[in-house]
C-alpha cells in the first residue's frame, strides 16, 4: 500500500508543478513561447518528464474570458475599496 500512496503522491507533485507553470505562463509570455517550442525541456525544468513532445499536456494560454482578475494597488486604492465596510 505504501508503494500507491508514493505514486499518488508523485502525480500530485506533478499536479501542482504543472498548475504552477500554468499560472505563470499568464504572467510570463516569454515562458509560453519556451514551452511551446520545447515543451519537453520546459516541463523537465518543472521537474516533470515526459519521453516526447507528443504526451506533453496543452498549454491554454491566458485566462479564459469568464475570468477577471483586478490588481488592486493598496497604496492607493480605488473609491470602491476605501467605501466598504470594515467589520473590527
Known amino acids: 500500500m505504501a508503494a500507491l500512496s508514493t505514486q499518488a503522491e508523485k502525480i500530485k507533485e506533478q499536479d501542482w508543478r504543472f498548475a504552477e507553470l500554468v499560472m505563470r505562463t499568464w504572467v510570463e509570455p516569454q515562458l509560453a513561447d519556451r514551452y511551446l517550442q520545447d ?7 518543472f521537474g516533470i518528464v515526459i519521453r516526447s513532445e507528443e504526451e506533453a499536456p496543452e498549454l491554454r494560454m491566458g485566462l479564459p474570458k469568464e475570468v477577471c482578475i483586478e490588481i488592486e494597488d ?11 465596510p470594515s467589520f473590527g
Open 74 to 84: 493598496l497604496d492607493h486604492p480605488s473609491e470602491q475599496v476605501a467605501a466598504m
Open 39 to 45: 515543451p519537453v525541456g520546459t516541463l523537465a525544468g
